[in-house]
């Protein structure tokens, strides 16, 4: 997968590129679908008040929130994908900074450590992959992220799954 990755209202401390191509490599092992080669994926870490209008114009959300994916393909025209042919683009994420830094803080875990899992919650997101419908969707997309967190050797972000 191609990363178009932009960087506005980040600390420069953290090589957020290098994070991203992490985060993705770790998820596309335990998400195959993850893996093509002609997906094209947009990465955007920005500010609260960005994350908030994106928020607040295509979910109806008044409010900032952490990370936000906005798929392009339909998951079966995902899976359905074939080798050849020109790129395809898979989506956008969003991250917001200030909401990344608070939540991390909270956690008493590294920004680096909660932004990669937010990295991997939103390329599943953009896989096809939900946690709103039912409680059984909940849990694979969060075994899917322990899993993928754990080739990272980063602890389980939700502490009561068996690993």
């Given at each position: 997968m191609?990363?178009?990755?932009?960087?506005?209202g980040w600390p420069d401390a953290g090589d957020w590129e290098v994070l991203s191509q992490k985060a993705h490599e770790a998820i596309a092992q335990v998400?195959?679908?993850?893996?093509?080669?002609r997906l094209t994926t947009s990465v955007l870490f920005t500010s609260d008040e960005q994350v908030h209008e994106l928020n607040?114009?295509?979910?109806?959300?008044?409010?900032?929130?952490?990370?936000?994916?906005?798929?392009?393909?339909?998951?079966?025209?995902l899976l359905e994908l074939g080798e050849d042919g020109p790129p395809e683009m898979l989506g956008d994420i969003a991250l917001a900074f200030g909401t990344c830094e608070r939540?991390?803080?909270?956690?008493g875990i590294s920004?680096?450590?909660?932004?990669?899992?937010?990295?991997?919650?939103?390329?599943l997101h953009l896989a096809g992959h939900d946690h709103v419908d039912s409680d059984e969707q909940a849990a694979a997309?969060?075994?899917?992220?322990?899993?993928?967190?754990?080739?990272?050797?980063?602890?389980?972000?939700?502490?009561?799954?068996?690993k």
């Open positions: 191609d990363l178009d990755i932009e960087i506005d998400e195959p679908a993850l893996a093509h080669q607040k114009e295509w979910r109806g959300k008044d409010k900032p929130t952490n990370v936000l994916s906005f798929p392009m393909l339909e998951r079966e025209d939540e991390a803080g909270e956690k920004l680096a450590d909660h932004t990669t899992h937010l990295l991997v919650h939103g390329f997309m969060e075994k899917l992220e322990i899993e993928a967190l754990a080739k990272l050797g980063i602890a389980d972000p939700y502490g009561d799954r068996d």
